[in-house]
């Protein structure tokens, strides 16, 4: 069953994350250059305005967020909404800015660059480790980062770049925080979109949002399709699982306004899944 949540709509929605301590979904506006956190139990959401474009957040174990800006990763304090630089690097510029990340277990933030024109391969994975103030460089030729995540076992870091329409999956070191052996792992030409957010449920299975395809798709660990669900809106932005029980996926969507395109009145609204009979992993804090 999938159900319109009664939340504010977005410009580019993206990036949700579930918190298992507060029982609270975050997300992003891309754009619109905003948090949210919506509190399904108490009926209230939350926002923060952000100084610029963001690409991806995280929560921090002690206490607020980081964000990743155009131009390098801040500290999000949600009592005050003030942002300050915590890490950068000589590899972002007017052409390339931080897109998607997410935090492995071991509270290290992985976050991936982007071409700001889509054109070239200009954009890396990053990783930044829980006290670091630079960005460490793990991977390059990458023309849209999106969709990080790893296996449950931590061994397997899948990332896709959107404009080859490729998820790919690399050996990781959980202990390093670095990646190996890039190898293609699923195509989504045939589904009609682009690989947007991920996420992996308990059972190992990737979860991908086919952006421009309308689609929630279930790929097993060998890269074969397990099931696609066909979406209410074409642009599906991420998907992550959340709810008490973890069994419910949330997936926030993007409205083609911001092309230029006609948009559904629910094109940027929050969407949740439920009855799919799988649950998913808590996702872990930043660790600093």
Known sequence: MITRLDVPMAIIGEGPVWD???QALYWIDILGR????????????????????????????????IVALGDGVYTLDFDSGDCTLLA?????????????????RRGRFIVGSSDRGMKEARGKLFALD????????????????NGPCWSPDDATFYHADSIRKTIFAYDYDIDTGTVAHRRAFASTEDLGGIPDGATVDTEGHIWSAI???????RFRPDGS???????PQNLPGSVMFGGPALDRLFV?????AFLG??????????????????????????GA
């Open 20 to 22: 298992v301590v507060e």
């Open 34 to 65: 905003q948090v949210f956190r919506h509190d399904p139990e108490a009926h209230e959401t939350r926002h923060w305005a952000l100084p610029d474009i963001v690409g991806s957040m995280a929560l921090r174990a002690g206490g607020g967020a």
């Open 88 to 104: 950068t690097s000589p590899h972002l510029s007017d052409e390339v800015q931080l897109a998607d990340g997410k935090v492995d």
């Open 130 to 145: 829980p006290g670091a103030r630079e960005l460490r460089v793990i991977d390059d030729d990458i023309f849209l980062a």
């Open 211 to 217: 952006c421009e395809g309308g689609k929630i798709v």
């Open 225 to 231: 399709v397990e099931r696609i669900i066909e979406f």
């Open 252 to 256: 926030p969507t993007l409205s083609p």
């Open 261 to 286: 395109r006609e948009a559904d009145p629910q094109d940027g609204a929050m969407f949740v899944i439920d009855g799919l009979g799988v649950t998913g992993l808590p996702e872990p804090r930043f």
